[in-house]
């Protein structure tokens, strides 16, 4: 038996309390401090919180009324990059939704068919299958609905479908391929086919984010920064209306709640929402909630474009909606987590697919009612109806819209230079084409212009013009030629003419004379014409 060594049990004792001094630092080492804990919590809580506001994104947008079939898609990607089913040729779906600005087109408003100015901002649609509605103001339940009705709006300008369908039945190929995606259907080249061969492109455009990997559970997805920004944007209450799967595009709200929009935006024009649908007042200034996912891919901003950047539109929606002035760091926060919504484009939607070959067919455009056009030697007319006269921005609120049968006499008042009295006759052609960018033709509507006063001038042959005026060309017969050119009557009043020393000779071809102007209004207000003021 060894004698036992005082130093080695004293040596066996100091290890002991080393090991437990260690055991209980390391111990105290991996217990969380009081604050990791907290921000563990926070993290779940904020995850389980997003999880209860926003929901990620489903593979592919299909009902079952629209389901996704691999026909129907194909089909309706084509359609949507063919500019040939357009009035003019040049517009297609994606001229307006263009894949490398996340089918926006970056314009405060989109130009249609004859460079015509759209009223809104184009919206993306990635991802906007899945709303409630459609357009900023909702006028459409689904995506089909919204691309049928896009055949004959100021977008594609088409005058009725059957000359929509009849471009698309002109590019050999198509009727095929309509015929596999909308199988046992006699006729399959539809508009309502059209629809739904886009519609179920568009119900495929989904661009999931790192911000759905979060929602589903992944909470390291979003960096500290984004969820930072993710608390922030929830606790200001953006989240009371912008949530679910889209992050926007479940319900319509008021622009403006707490201050009217536009001293926000400076917005030129006031739209004035919904209520121009519905006539409810209650309607006034409301949109659509739009989806924020890839917002931060599609300025500029809001319904009209008037916003050019993220930060404003941010700080605007926060002044405008909640009664709240941002700070730079919220906003920067905010904005952190927006970024976090942009998600990778459709690999199918990023490249343009190769189309049924076809040259553009040289469409005469019949009118409405199918009769042969009124006007001699003008069956192509087509919107507008001028051209030289540019586009025209019709009013959805205008007392009276666009109607055939109407009857119209302008007066053209003025006492002043050759200028002014253009101004009148241009105000004549752009009326003209306001109908023409309705579907109407010339034809469908009579207008009468009269001249008077120091007007006169503007009707005097060149030759006179030159002699008496003393320049080349009398500048304002151009515009009165494309006018009677589509059957505008143009009246001079006779009595001026001979107060200005001018003879019936030195008015040039075609242009009648009136006793008094007078006259001709009230006698055409007899036959039931409307008066248009001059100035
Ligand atoms: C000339 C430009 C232009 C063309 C061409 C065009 N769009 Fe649009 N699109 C717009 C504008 C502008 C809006 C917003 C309209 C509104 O709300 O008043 C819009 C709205 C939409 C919306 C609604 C999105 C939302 O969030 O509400 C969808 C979907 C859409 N377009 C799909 C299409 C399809 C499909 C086509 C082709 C058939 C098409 N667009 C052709 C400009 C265009
Ligand atoms: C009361 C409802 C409501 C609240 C709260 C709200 N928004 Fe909006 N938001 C809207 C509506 C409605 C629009 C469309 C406005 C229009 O007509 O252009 C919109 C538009 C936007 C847009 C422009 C989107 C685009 O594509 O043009 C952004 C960005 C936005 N909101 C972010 C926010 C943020 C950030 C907050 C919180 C600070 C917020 N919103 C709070 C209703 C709301």
């Known amino acids: ?124 649609i990635l991802n906007t299958a899945l709303q409630f509605k459609q357009h900023w103001r909702g006028e459409f339940d689904n995506v089909e609905a919204q691309a049928k009705h896009a055949l004959l709006g100021p977008a594609f300008g088409n005058q009725d479908y059957p000359t929509a369908m009849a471009r698309v039945k002109a590019v050999p190929g198509y009727s095929e391929l309509f015929k596999k995606a909308f199988p046992g259907e006699d006729n399959p080249v539809t508009e309502d086919n059209w629809g739904k061969a886009i519609g179920a492109y568009e119900r495929t455009l989904v661009t999931p984010s790192r911000f759905d990997e979060y929602l ?20 200001m209450g953006c989240a009371r209306c912008h949530n679910g799967v889209g992050i926007g595009g479940d319900k319509f709200r008021k622009f403006g709640v707490v201050e009217d929009y536009w001293k926000a ?71 952190t987590f927006l970024k976090s919504l942009t998600g990778k484009l459709p690999e199918d939607f990023a490249a343009a697919p190769i189309l049924p070959p076809a040259g553009f067919p ?7 009612d199918g009769n042969p056009s009124t006007i001699p030697g003008e069956s192509k007319l087509v919107f507008p109806i001028i051209p030289s006269a540019g586009g025209i921005l019709p009013l959805p609120r205008a007392v009276e819209q666009p109607r055939k049968g109407a009857k119209v006499v302008l007066d053209v008042s003025v006492n002043a230079n050759p200028a002014d009295v253009n101004a009148g006759l241009d105000r004549a052609a752009r009326l003209l084409n306001l109908y023409g960018a309705a579907g109407l033709k010339a034809g469908d509507l009579k207008m009468v212009v009269v001249l008077h006063g120091r007007a006169t001038k503007s009707v005097l042959a060149d030759s006179v013009y030159k002699a008496r005026i003393g320049h080349d060309t009398n500048p304002n017969l151009p515009l009165i030629r494309s006018l009677r050119k589509v059957g505008v009557e143009v009246f001079v009043c006779g009595q001026a003419l001979n107060a200005a020393g001018f003879e019936e000779v030195d008015v040039a071809d075609g242009i009648s004379i009136a006793d008094a102007y007078l006259t001709v209004i009230v006698n055409r207000q007899i036959d039931g014409y409307a008066y248009v003021p001059g100035q």
Not at 302 to 329: C, W, Y
Not at 362 to 368: D, K, L, N
């Open 265 to 335: 935006t400076h917005s030129k024009e006031i739209d004035r929402g919904r209520i121009d649908l519905t006539k409810d007042p209650a309607d006034t200034y409301v949109f659509k909630v739009p989806v924020l996912r890839n917002v931060e891919m599609t300025p500029p901003y809001f319904h009209d474009g008037s916003v050019r950047t993220l930060p404003e539109a941010v700080q605007i929606m926060a002044r405008v909606q909640l009664g709240k002035t941002l700070s730079n760091h919220d906003t920067d926060a905010i904005i």
């Open 1 to 124: 038996m060894q004698p036992v060594k005082r130093g080695s049990h004293y040596h066996q004792l100091l290890w002991l309390v080393v090991l437990v001094a260690v055991i209980l630092i390391c111990n105290f080492l991996i217990q969380p401090s009081p604050a990791a804990e907290q921000a563990e919590g926070n993290h779940t809580a904020l995850l389980k919180e997003a999880q209860d506001v926003f929901k990620p994104l489903p593979m592919n947008m299909a009902t079952s009324e629209y389901p996704v079939t691999s026909d129907r898609v194909s089909l309706g990607r084509m359609l949507f990059f063919d500019p040939r089913i357009s009035v003019d040729g040049t517009v297609s779906c994606s001229r307006c939704h263009q894949s490398a600005l996340y089918a926006t087109d970056g314009l405060v408003k989109s130009h249609g068919t004859y460079d015509k100015v759209l009223p809104r901002n184009a919206p993306t």
């Open 362 to 368: 040289a469409f005469p455009s019949t009118p409405r």
């Open 216 to 235: 589903g559970g992944k909470s390291e997805a979003l960096t500290a920064a984004e969820r930072h920004g993710l608390r922030t944007f929830i606790d």
